[in-house]
């Protein structure tokens, strides 16, 4: 929504084709809301997990739009549970579309964000971390999430000489999503949450820094709107009243 107050052109890559009752809008609807916004939208159907699926997408994206300025590797599976407690399914999952599904996207898009002036990667995962604290409760999904974050600081390092920038984002705080509101703690934790803005606007200040410049970061939210001289940070609040919860890995 940020970029398309810009007027940029946004592919929208994503399964929910069809309402679900815990998830709000479809791929759809995100479309019209961001044309609404001054953008141009493609949706797209993609699971990131199955290779055919994003290989078509990609290739309708260089048939509509032609380039790929900067492409954000968002899509996660989350079980917060020790080993005994992970189904290999579970694992299997948060795995292919963590780590699996954000090399497979990064592959897939080269071509198209080296024919771009200015190409970023964006991983939505944590600064590198080997402290236990982050390890011993949930150590399946942390592997997924600290191999995302491998996977930028290879990236940056890979595609350097060409001028694509890697970098991971992450928030100071939990964030107001879906994932929040159904699986971590309901109306309660919402409450102490930021909104999904905060992010939206700290993505978009990396996307406009020079990809030569700004690669192999691992950027907490507040800190790079601190760095563009933001101070004021009870507007992304869900709820002025309580203090913001931080969130795992910070």
């Not at 992970?86 to 990064?106: A, E």
Request: aromatic content about 6%; hydrophobic content about 45%; proline content about 5%.
């Amino acid at each position: 929504m940020r970029a398309a107050r810009d007027g940029a052109n946004i592919v929208v890559a994503a399964k929910t084709a069809e309402p679900h009752p815990k998830l709000e809008g479809t791929i759809y609807t995100a479309a019209k809301d961001i044309e609404s916004a001054g953008g141009r939208a493609l949706p797209l159907i993609v699971d990131v997990r199955d290779e055919a699926q994003v290989r078509a997408a990609i290739d309708e994206v260089e048939k509509v739009f032609g380039v790929i300025d900067v492409l954000v590797n968002n899509a996660s599976a989350i079980s917060l549970t020790g080993t005994q407690s992970t189904p290999m399914k579970r694992y299997d999952l948060m795995h292919q579309i963590n780590v699996r599904g954000s090399f497979l996207c990064t592959q897939s898009c080269l071509p198209l964000l080296e024919k771009s002036d200015n190409a970023h990667i964006l991983e939505l995962s944590p600064p590198l971390s080997l402290d236990p604290r982050w390890w011993g409760p949930h150590v399946a999904y942390t592997l997924s999430k600290m191999n995302m974050s491998l996977l930028v600081l290879g990236w940056a390092e890979e595609f350097r000489s060409q001028g694509i920038a890697a970098n991971a984002l992450w928030p100071r705080t939990v964030i107001a999503t879906a994932a929040v509101q159904n699986l971590l703690g309901g109306d309660g934790m919402m409450r102490h949450s930021r909104t999904p803005e905060i992010m939206g606007d700290a993505a978009h200040a990396i996307f406009t820094r020079a990809s030569r410049e700004c690669t192999g970061n691992f950027f907490i939210d507040e800190d790079v709107l601190r760095a563009e001289g933001v101070t004021d940070f009870t507007k992304y609040a869900v709820d002025p009243s309580v203090e913001a919860m931080q969130d795992l890995f910070v």
